[in-house]
């Protein structure tokens, strides 16, 4: 059920991010690396005068239901800005989402609370180089171990999203009872930066880093949730932020077919508009196809989550068949604008390399046909009589 208050802020969003936000993607702080810290803070200071910082938050803490995110999140993904404006943006919707369901009180009010208001940024350091965990989380090479009441982790962790300019970080290692999750602020002496990687995207603050961790040392307190449980926390986190991608990645690319159509309207070739050649309409169709698609996906995928159920399978479907259909729908866009479309005249071209990122993060499409492969094998073995 999606209720009255959340369709009263969805028509806000709509119109903040038509009318204050998109206005600035032209502006010359959106750089190669994502939008500057002070790009980020102005509008999000628009946003919070009109109390649409993460607004699938409530004011005592608890979310509205994933389909009322998923209308809440496709209309801030309208301008790649959007969801930094209202704080819905990864990795920190993630995180918020993870640290609300695990994080001790304490904890809420160090990490969580600042996160939520908008205040401050976050890393999610899981990926790691050099043979180390990155779609296997199993091959994980950086290590906890305990000592006295503290843990010292080392290690080296790569395509680490925001991790340049953020306050806070959730660390997985590995350690003798398992893998787990640590919180640690930021900046820290034992925690390097070693480079900022050049990427095909372009929307996340900070960009994405390569990361040295020596000596880190941390408390007991700074463990998040029970040691050894950090994939099972993992899973907590990654079906609801899978979708929140594919939500916000909508939005955007139905920007980018709105632009195309428009275009295909009023620019003319051989006597008629572009939208009157059947090569051009039938794109324009086939993007309608692809987005009510990806749509009906993603609201299937929330009403799963909304029961309670874990999502696993579900949302690896969804990831998969969105992050695909929109891409399909980015790329035809740039053709139908022709060298307009490879220009940065329009978001399109963003919207295109935004969205082919996305067929990779948060797992290649590869890895989640494989997944969804092992369960089709596990389920078949165990029906007879066919």
């Keep these: ?82 969801p930094l404006a209202l704080n819905v943006m ?112 372009s929307s996340m603050p900070g960009g994405h880093s390569v990361i040295a961790i020596e000596g880190l040392r941390l408390s007991a307190d700074e463990v998040l949730g029970e040691v050894g449980q950090g994939f099972r926390y993992a899973q907590i986190r990654l079906a609801p932020a899978r979708l929140t991608h594919c939500m916000r990645w909508w939005g955007t690319a139905s920007r980018a077919h709105d632009i195309a159509t428009h275009y295909a309207l009023k620019r003319h070739a051989f006597g008629k508009p572009l939208i009157d050649h059947e090569g051009v309409g039938f794109m324009l169709a086939d993007n309608e196809i692809d987005l009510k698609q990806a749509e009906l996906m993603i609201d299937w995928c929330a009403d799963v989550l909304d029961t309670g159920a874990a999502g696993t399978a579900e949302s690896s479907m969804a990831k998969v068949a969105v ?26 071209e963003q919207a295109f390399r935004e969205i082919r990122a996305f067929r990779i993060y948060d797992g290649p499409s590869e890895v989640h046909r494989w997944s969804l492969a092992k369960r089709l094998k596990k389920q078949a073995s165990a029906i007879s009589g066919i």
């Design 1 to 82: 059920m999606i209720t009255t208050e959340t369709r009263e802020k969805l028509a806000r969003i709509d119109a903040f991010i038509r009318e204050s936000v998109i206005p600035y993607e032209k502006d010359p702080r959106n750089g190669g690396h994502g939008p500057s810290q002070d790009l980020v803070d102005e509008i999000r200071a628009k946003a919070r005068a009109l109390g649409l910082v993460a607004p699938h938050i409530r004011a005592d803490g608890s979310h509205v239901t994933h389909r009322e995110t998923a209308l809440l999140l496709r209309a801030a993904g309208y301008s790649p800005l959007g």
């Design 90 to 201: 990864a990795p920190d919707e993630g995180n918020m989402f993870l640290l609300g369901k695990v994080a001790t009180a304490e904890q809420k009010r160090r990490f969580l609370e600042p996160l939520v208001a908008g205040h401050t940024r976050s890393a999610f350091f899981m990926t790691e180089p050099d043979g180390g965990a990155g779609s296997d989380p199993s091959m994980m090479q950086t290590v906890a171990r305990q000592d006295g009441n503290h843990w010292v982790i080392d290690g080296r962790k790569t395509f680490i999203t925001g991790a340049d300019g953020a306050a806070c970080a959730i660390v997985m290692a590995k350690t003798d009872q398992g893998a787990t999750m640590f919180l640690t602020a930021l900046p820290n002496p034992a925690i390097r930066i070693d480079r900022v990687l050049d990427t095909i995207d």
């Design 323 to 348: 992050s695909e259909a929109l891409f399909r729908v980015a790329d035809r866009c740039v053709q139908i604008l022709g060298g307009t479309g490879v220009s940065r005249d329009t978001v399109v």
